[in-house]
C-alpha cells in the first residue's frame, strides 16, 4: 500500500460518486473502504435489521440514522479507532497501492489513520458542495444528525486538499482528473 486517502464532506457532498469514479479510474490498484460499514453491520445485527437496506444510499437507513450515531459515539468514546480498524480489517489493503476511505466523518478517524499508518501515508481530502446542491441531491437538513458530530467534527479541520464538487457533471470525470492531479497519481 502506497497511500491512504482520506474523503470527507457533509451528507450528499457526493463522497461516495467522487470515491466510485476515482476506483474505476485507478482500477485494481484500489480498493474503497468504508468506515460506516462495521457500524452500519453491528447496528442491523444488534437490532436484526436488513443489512443490505443499510449498507445502500436508501431511505431505509434514514430512520435508524440518529440513533446509530448516538450508538457508534458511545462506542468511539470507549475506543476511538473501533470502527476505523475494523473498516481496515475487512479490506485486503495488502494487495493494492491505494485505499480510498470514502467516509472520513471525524478528527478521530484521521488521527487513528495517521497513528496507525503514519502521515506519510495518509492524505485527506474535503469534499464541498453548496446547500442548494446538496438539496438538489436529496439532502434535507435532519435535527441530531446535520448538527452532530458525525456531520460537523471536522468543520474547523484543515485537509490537505478540498475540492468543490457542484458541477453539474454527470460523469464526475473532470473532477477526477483533478484529483489525480492533486494526489500526484498517474
Not at 5 to 30: H, P, Q, T, V
Not at 55 to 77: A, C, T
Not at 133 to 145: D, L, N, P, Y
Amino acid at each position: 500500500m502506497k497511500k491512504i486517502f482520506l474523503i470527507s464532506g457533509k451528507r450528499k457532498c457526493g463522497k461516495d460518486f467522487i470515491s466510485e469514479r476515482l476506483l474505476n479510474r485507478l482500477a485494481d490498484r484500489a480498493l474503497i473502504v468504508r468506515i460506516s460499514e462495521p457500524i452500519k453491520k453491528e447496528w442491523a445485527n444488534k437490532l436484526q435489521l436488513d443489512i443490505q437496506a443499510m449498507l445502500s444510499d436508501g431511505p431505509y437507513k434514514e430512520q435508524y440514522r440518529r440513533d446509530m450515531i448516538v450508538w457508534s459515539d458511545e462506542v468511539r468514546r470507549r475506543d476511538y479507532g473501533f470502527f476505523c480498524r475494523a473498516a481496515m480489517k475487512q479490506a485486503p489493503v495488502d494487495e493494492v497501492d491505494y485505499v480510498i476511505v470514502s467516509d472520513v466523518r471525524r478528527k478521530n478517524d484521521i488521527r487513528w489513520f495517521r497513528e496507525t499508518y503514519g502521515p506519510q501515508m495518509v492524505q485527506t481530502l474535503r469534499l464541498t458542495s453548496l446547500p442548494e446542491t446538496r438539496k438538489a441531491r436529496g439532502w434535507q437538513f435532519t435535527v441530531g444528525v446535520d448538527d452532530e458530530p458525525s456531520e460537523c467534527d471536522l468543520d474547523d479541520s484543515s485537509f490537505d486538499y478540498v475540492l468543490a464538487n457542484d458541477k453539474d457533471d454527470q460523469s464526475g470525470e473532470q473532477l477526477i482528473d483533478q484529483i489525480m492531479a492533486m494526489l500526484q497519481i498517474s
